[in-house]
Nanobody, 121 residues
Framework: QVQLVESGGGLVQPGESLRLSCAAS????????MGWSRQAPGKERELVAT???????NYADSVKGRFSISRDNAKNTVYLEMNSLKPVDTAVYYC???????????????WGRGTQVTVSS
């Protein structure tokens, strides 16, 4: 069994920063891409940032220059550093990872349960 657990969400004022973490645990053999998506009330889920096992990154245009994704492969953890936060960044943030479990040859996609980020004055 594999699970992802996010942490680090909260309530901040516009212009402030937050750092989200997402740790994968369970019978993990290896992890390929990891990333973050978000879903605001009444809107579709949006891909925010991705990072490959080699460290290559991609970002949504809406967060480029403000958000930074990184990962610690030894800890099976992905991070999202969010700076200059805006009210439009308010959403539930979900992490995901393509994980190969021990004894498997596939890399299915796993999702965390989400963490709320609220940006408001």
């Amino acid at each position: 069994q594999v699970q992802l657990v996010e942490s680090g969400g909260g309530l901040v004022q516009p212009g402030e920063s937050l750092r989200l973490s997402c740790a994968a645990s369970g019978r993990i053999f290896s992890i390929n891409d990891m990333g973050w998506s978000r879903q605001a009330p009444g809107k579709e889920r949006e891909l925010v940032a991705t990072i490959t096992s080699g460290g290559s990154t991609n970002y949504a245009d809406s967060v480029k220059g403000r958000f930074s994704i990184s990962r610690d492969n030894a800890k099976n953890t992905v991070y999202l550093e969010m700076n200059s936060l805006k009210p439009v960044d308010t959403a539930v943030y979900y992490c995901y990872a393509h994980i190969r479990s021990t004894g498997s040859t596939y890399f299915p996609n796993y999702w965390g349960r989400g963490t709320q980020v609220t940006v408001s004055s």
